[in-house]
């Protein structure tokens, strides 16, 4: 990750892992299921995918939709944090999920395997996106589908207002909570900082993803953007 980005996912994501899956829907009023609703009906121009990979996986909300969408397909996720997989391992057991399987990994050191249906779902913005498309270049089959999903920064000055005004109340939320509060710290100013919709455009034509589309989210907080090989 650029500028050793890995030291500061480890450090805000510790000891999350237990509660992410309930903090994530609350904190973003319930989008994050819209978002991730969007995802699982873009991933329809995928055409029966064999192989899925899904990258900064958490713990398994993505993996195990497409799991359950494409119950023909293998499906990878690969993260960062063992915490997490833990996590994601003991839904999969629970679940009885036999067509996933998770491994401890950087997204940057994802190069290699072939998938129809790359994912990555809060990523973006954290890592050297040039590497991580890169490497997604040469792992995605012909005609297989990129899907990337992060937060934004509204553009719109009065949505940019709501949303710094969102933050002056989640923010000593999450400092009551001493798992989460280094994420309350450090997240948003990640966010406001980060160029990656802009970014990822200009390195997924780099690349030869010429068939690309940009979906901003309702309020401006997050985009989706995706790409056919």
Same mark, same amino acid.
């Given at each position: 990750?650029?500028?050793?980005?890995?030291?500061?996912?480890?450090?805000?994501?510790?000891?999350?892992?237990?509660?992410?899956?309930?903090?994530?829907?609350?904190?973003?009023?319930?989008?994050?299921?819209?978002?991730?609703?969007?995802?699982?009906?873009?991933?329809?121009?995928?055409?029966?995918?064999?192989?899925?990979?899904?990258?900064?996986?958490?713990?398994?909300? $993505?993996?195990?939709?497409?799991?359950?969408?494409?119950?023909?397909?293998?499906?990878?996720?690969?993260?960062?944090?063992?915490?997490?997989?833990?996590?994601?391992?003991?839904?999969?057991?629970?679940?009885?999920?036999?067509?996933?399987?998770?491994?401890?990994?950087?997204?940057? /050191?994802?190069?290699?395997?072939?998938? /129809?249906?790359?994912?990555? #779902?809060?990523?973006?913005?954290?890592?050297?996106?040039?590497?991580?498309? +890169?490497?997604?270049?040469?792992?995605?089959?012909?005609?297989?589908?990129?899907?990337?999903? !992060?937060?934004?920064?509204?553009?719109?000055?009065?949505?940019? +207002?709501?949303?710094? +005004?969102?933050?002056? $109340?989640?923010?000593?939320?999450?400092?009551?909570?001493? #798992?989460?509060?280094?994420?309350?710290?450090?997240?948003?100013?990640?966010?406001?900082?980060?160029?990656?919709? !802009?970014?990822?455009?200009?390195?997924?034509?780099?690349?030869?993803?010429?068939?690309?589309?940009?979906? $901003?989210?309702?309020?401006?907080?997050?985009?989706?953007?995706?790409?056919?090989?």
């Amino acid at each position: 990750m650029k500028k050793n980005n890995h030291n500061l996912v480890r450090r805000i994501f510790a000891d999350t892992g237990k509660s992410y899956d309930f903090v994530v829907k609350v904190t973003t009023l319930w989008q994050d299921n819209r978002w991730k609703k969007r995802i699982l009906e873009i991933v329809d121009l995928c055409n029966d995918p064999r192989r899925i990979l899904d990258l900064a996986c958490g713990t398994g909300i $993505v993996t195990f939709a497409l799991a359950e969408k494409f119950p023909s397909s293998t499906v990878v996720g690969i993260d960062l944090q063992e915490e997490y997989l833990v996590h994601a391992r003991a839904k999969k057991r629970e679940n009885n999920m036999k067509n996933v399987a998770f491994y401890e990994r950087s997204a940057e /050191d994802t190069c290699e395997g072939e998938y /129809d249906l790359i994912t990555a #779902s809060y990523l973006p913005k954290y890592v050297d996106l040039d590497v991580i498309i +890169g490497n997604c270049s040469k792992m995605l089959n012909p005609g297989g589908l990129l899907v990337f999903h !992060d937060f934004t920064h509204p553009k719109n000055v009065i949505l940019k +207002g709501f949303y710094h +005004g969102y933050w002056l $109340v989640l923010k000593p939320v999450l400092w009551l909570s001493k #798992s989460w509060r280094e994420m309350g710290k450090e997240l948003k100013g990640v966010i406001v900082q980060s160029q990656w919709v !802009d970014e990822i455009q200009k390195t997924l034509k780099k690349y030869g993803f010429n068939n690309m589309w940009v979906e $901003v989210q309702r309020f401006q907080i997050a985009a989706i953007v995706y790409a056919t090989k």
